[in-house]
């Protein structure tokens, strides 16, 4: 039996988007003029594809494949480690990004491209989450409670170099 522990859903996500991404952040023209000057319509835009972003179940959202003891395995994505914390993440980053263009003499504001690099900026940044060695932390973070995750394989990056067994299993009355 498969227990899920409650995340963020897509409807969750935006709302969290919501309270950091408002009218009184400047909103890059180009993404108000394709919404008709409608700054809060741009927001719900942007909000909209980046949500898609971090949600899909592309390849590229791909985190970790996770070998459980009973030998069942399972494909953990980045939505299945959102988090309040990490949507305000994703706005931080974008703001920056919008800032820096416009140093560099780019347009103000910010727009749907600066938060979607801001998330595979977040994913990128998170692909180093796979090396604890407790995999009790794991199965609470995947849902599994009860099943051991023995192994655990992240998907990105260079893989042959990350995967590694979380736990070496010794039998009971082995003494060194």
Partial sequence: ?????????????????????????PIAESEKRQCGGDAQGAIETMIAATVEAMYSLSEENRFLEVTYANGDKEVLYFKDFSSGAMIESVVRRAKKLALKRLIGGGEKGISAGDLLNAVREEFKENEDLPNTTNPDDWA??????GERIVYVKPLMGDTKEKQQNVEKVLTTGHYL
Avoid at 140 to 145: E, L, M, S, T
């Fill in 140 to 145: 609470k973070i995947a849902g599994k409670k």
């Fill in 1 to 25: 039996m498969k227990i899920k522990i409650e995340r963020p859903d897509r409807g969750a996500a935006g709302d969290i988007f919501r309270k950091y991404l408002t009218t009184q952040i």
